[in-house]
């Protein structure tokens, strides 16, 4: 096995100067870095790259904490950070938190402990001021969640207003008898999307019954235990927004299987634009977020801040989602503004 000494014999250099070269250090010429690199793919050498790590005393790894890999937002969000993180010669760990608060602290741990260069946290279970305190222990960029705090920058949609608007659409569409279907209500982009939507009911006089409020609804099980519970409860419930496309997938169903009629007798919203959302029948209206671009801003912001230890500004960047209307709204007409 090659070691750095046969590099530094075969390009003719010393040791120390093959190590700067293999360190990205500076004040090596670029005709000296190009011998020590053809004799390093000559001989088959590689670096240690715990060893490197060890004296840079960085960890060239990101976490990045979630609630579940299952769901396709998930999913999508850690494939793009990933692909983004690769281009800055980082690695990606994902933890998933299950919206347990011990587990998210515990995983927050990891940069106290110096075992990640930085954290991004794609859900926020805790309460900030637990958070807060680990700031000093190395960058974290919330990606998707956020608060209305200072302190940590934050990369999202405006998901107040995209529930606004979906329920919006719904009433428009002719529904006057709305549910409310989420996962966990006390987030805060849950709190959000719930202000959004009763806003909407309040802006156009209509009263919200809170027992048509169900707060447990994950996956397309769930979906199905939302419509059963509606069915039994509130048959004149005429229109439902989801936090999920799975969700909303599990609604459609199961109304199918009882003979109600998408959107006719129940108009259903999801969010985030999944597969399944297009390949139900009806297919399901939905929010898609721009989860490429907002994974690429996530990764530069996150990368300029491990790089600079002495950097503070924290920035908002807020991301244009877009209200995609598909058959299970479409009771009546819609504008020709809005895009499938």
Not at 13 to 37: C, G, H
Request: glycine content about 4%; charged content about 25%.
């Amino acid at each position: 096995m090659a070691t750095i000494e046969d590099v530094a014999k075969l390009a003719g250099l010393s040791r120390t100067t093959v190590s700067r070269v293999i360190n990205d250090q500076p004040y090596v010429t670029e005709e000296k870095k190009k011998r020590i690199i053809h004799a390093m793919k000559d001989l088959g050498y590689v670096p240690n790259s715990s060893a490197r790590r060890l004296r840079s005393q960085r960890t060239e790894t990101i976490a990045v904490l979630l609630p579940r890999v299952t769901n396709p937002f998930f999913g999508h969000l850690i494939e793009s950070l990933e692909r983004e993180a690769s281009k800055a010669d980082y690695q990606v760990i994902v933890c998933q938190t299950h919206d347990k608060k011990q587990k998210e602290l515990d995983y927050l741990q990891l940069l106290k402990t110096k075992q990640v260069d930085g954290i991004v946290m794609a859900s926020l279970t805790n309460d900030w001021e637990d958070v807060e305190p680990y700031l000093t222990s190395g960058p974290i960029v919330l990606c998707n969640e956020y608060m209305r705090v200072d302190g940590v920058s934050m990369v999202h949609i405006d998901h107040r207003q995209a529930a606004y608007d979906s329920t919006t659409h719904l009433i428009r569409q002719g529904c006057k008898h709305l549910a409310y279907a989420s996962g966990a209500h006390k987030t805060y982009i849950a709190l959000e999307r719930r202000a959004g939507f009763l806003e909407a009911l309040a802006k156009y006089d209509l009263p919200f019954d809170t027992d048509m409020e169900l707060d447990w609804a994950l996956d397309v099980s769930d979906g199905q235990k939302v419509f059963q519970f509606l069915k039994e409860h509130h048959p004149q419930v005429d229109g439902i927004f989801t936090g999920s496309d799975e969700v909303a997938a599990g609604i459609v169903y199961a109304a199918s299987q009882s003979n109600w009629t998408i959107p006719n007798d129940l108009a259903v919203i999801g969010f985030d634009n999944q597969m399944l959302s297009l390949l139900m029948v009806p297919a399901v209206t939905t929010v898609e977020q721009p989860i490429d671009e907002m994974a690429a801003k996530t990764i530069e912001v996150l990368v300029e801040k491990m790089s600079d230890k002495r950097s503070s500004q924290n920035r908002r960047f807020i991301y244009p989602y877009q209200l995609i209307i598909r058959d299970s709204t479409k009771r009546h007409p819609v504008s020709s503004s809005a895009q499938l």
